[in-house]
């Protein structure tokens, strides 16, 4: 499985960016997809996650700001970001796992500053 993820960039605090990944391989019908980020010097952390039937797993810190999507049939995921603050900045990763392995994608560039 391959990810490749897109759409970073450098937004004002209080702007929106919107996350892609395209996920190509061999796809299981059954997986689960999701957003994890990275700032210089923290863990990486879970910042949003779908199953294949639409159910979604939020961190406390992007709750009400942030949108996790996907459409099954073309293997993609969304992340739709709103309301970014300073704190949000950090290296947003795409990560699949299916039949008990994880995959990630080489992560897009979020940075949020005026």
């Known amino acids: 499985v391959q990810l490749q993820a897109s759409g970073g960039g450098l937004v004002q605090p209080g702007g929106s960016l919107r996350l892609s990944c395209a996920a190509s391989?061999?796809?299981?019908?059954?997986?689960?997809m999701g957003w994890y980020r990275q700032a210089p010097g923290k863990q990486r952390e879970l910042v949003a996650e779908?199953?294949?039937?639409?159910?979604?797993n939020y961190a406390d810190f992007v709750k009400g700001r942030f949108t996790i999507s996907r459409d099954n049939g073309k293997n993609t995921m969304i992340l739709q970001m709103n309301s970014l603050k300073p704190e949000d900045t950090a290296v947003y990763y795409c990560?699949?796992?299916?039949?008990?392995?994880?995959?990630w994608g080489r992560g897009t560039q979020v940075t949020v500053s005026s």
């Open positions: 391989g061999t796809i299981l019908s059954i997986n689960l």
């Open positions: 990560n699949e796992r299916q039949g008990g392995v994880s995959y």
């Open positions: 779908i199953t294949t039937y639409g159910s979604t």
